[in-house]
């Protein structure tokens, strides 16, 4: 059984992955180890350059994953897969700094430490050329992550680290395993103060390919700190269907206000326009964010228009009922009101998972 496992997570890397391969090796040389890949069915033919590898080395090993994306949970599988009692994990494309494995099972070997993590913000370390932009989101992220995480660490939007196979037995069933940020899962799903310690390095420039953090993998990470912060509480799915359902109350009134003042409708009008316009607006919006792993798209789309906006009548029919009520009680306005529009946002959440995006159903 090799003492240490290297996990990789790629997705379209085809290029790179000989070079990542053959400088593992050279820094791992004396060291029991093996070195997963976990690819996501890469369309450029990742799996299959990883597989003719591993036939002429038995230290290569493939996880090759069907219908499912995501770097940290490629990366929880990649570890799950092992059972060496040390694991390390880099990116697949030549960007983290191999040859400092070593030093990092030295340090786990010596038994005090869960993790050890690499970061570009303490001595030794540098973000080489990172583009200002990406500064920027990672400052964000680093600030944000402060709200979650259970240790005191520089780089936690790193994605270079190794730890115990003890440490992620312990955390690994109150995983997330949504988007990039898997080192942040790891540290904020300790219930007790993680024993950590750091490496500098310099973060390199990627050797071939594009990097594939988008808008997407940012709301993904808004996710998993909602997950972490919430997620025992309210289901992290609703708390977004939410927020979209807020930015479309703020559009609703903006809409009402133009329709009102420079499309001079009747109030009635303005009112039955805007709602349907927005109605239209936050089905875009959950489509690409709050149910984006059952994108629907083309008919399917315009069908789920349909059935989400006939949904959300009923909804506002609900919202009318129980806040007049209430309200016919003696309940505050705003009380009544809030609770109209809670329950309505309940049905509305409930009716679009179930039978417009069909979460229950195998996609
Ligand atoms: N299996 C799988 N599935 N792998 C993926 C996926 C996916 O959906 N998305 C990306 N990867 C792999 C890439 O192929 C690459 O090997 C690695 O994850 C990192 O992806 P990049 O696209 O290169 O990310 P980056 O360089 O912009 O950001 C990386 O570095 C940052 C700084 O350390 C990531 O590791 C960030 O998490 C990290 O903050
Ligand atoms: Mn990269």
Redesign the pocket.
Known sequence: MPELAVV??????IQNVQPVADAVFSALEGIDFELIF???DSPDGTARQVLELSRTNPRVRLVH?INR???SS?VVEGMMASNAPYLAVM???M??DETLLPDMLRRLRAGDVDLVAGTRHREGGSRGEFPWARRAL?QLGRRLSALVCHADVSDP????FALRRDYLDEVVRHLSCVG??ILVDLLASSKRPVRIQEVGYT?RK?LHGQ???DLVVGLEYLELLLHKLAGDWIPVRYALFGMIGAVGVVAQLVLMGCLLYFGRLTFDTAQVTSSLLVIGLNYAGDNRITFRRRRLRGWHWLSGLALFALACSLGLYLNLRVASGLSGMGVRWILASLAGILIASVWNYSVGAILVWRINRRP
């Open positions: 990789i997570p790629t997705f379209d890397e976990v690819d996501d994953r994306r995501g770097l490629a990116d697949g494309d960007q983290h990672s939007m790193s994605g270079f990039f940020k973060f990627r990097s594939k953090l």
